[in-house]
């Protein structure tokens, strides 16, 4: 083969590299770059064209490593998050039902399910068993984790 048929194979493959970055194609276009890439440069190699064999070498590193730094910057993860609120609504809305009463809706043992401010609830009861059916009042949240109590009748007065 001609030297410049090599080179123009060598391109080739560097077109194929280029291309398997958009194309999703299971690796088929990266082996058959490297292939193109491989051949070319060893047939440079054996005809005595060094100097070329090397240059497409050179060319074909620097090539990769732009195309991955260019897929890092695409697709690498750019949102900082050093600022952000780790508390989510739900979170915040549970915390703002501390002293909230609510209607017991499957037996506390000691999680179970509760309507607390109409809306149904995984609650854990603070002490032992709560039937279903019993008021209960929020008197802790901890994240995700919302604390009961059963409620007496001196709360429901207050």
């Known amino acids: 083969m001609e ?6 194979l060598c391109l080739t493959g560097l077109i194929l590299i280029f291309l398997e970055v958009f194309i ?3 690796g088929v276009l990266a082996i058959a770059a490297l292939l193109c890439i491989a051949y070319s440069i060893w047939e440079l190699h054996l005809q005595g064209e060094t ?4 240059v497409c070498a050179v060319l074909t590193a620097a090539w990769i490593a732009l195309l991955f730094r260019f897929w890092l ?3 690498g993860l750019k ?3 050093g600022n952000a609120d780790s508390v ?3 979170v915040r809305n549970s915390r703002e039902m501390v002293g909230e009463r609510g209607l017991v809706m499957s037996d506390l043992r000691p999680a179970g ?3 607390i401010a109409g809306k149904r609830l995984d609650v854990v009861a603070l002490q032992g068993y709560i039937n279903k059916g019993d008021s209960v009042v929020v008197i802790q949240s901890d994240g995700n984790r919302i604390v009961v109590k059963k409620a007496e009748s001196e709360e429901s007065e207050s």
């Open 24 to 26: 999703p194609s299971g």
């Open 113 to 115: 399910i509760a309507l």
């Open 79 to 81: 949102a900082d998050l």
């Open 3 to 8: 030297w410049w048929l090599l080179s123009i």
């Open 51 to 54: 100097t070329l064999a090397i």
């Open 88 to 90: 989510g609504d739900d």
């Open 73 to 75: 910057n695409r697709v």
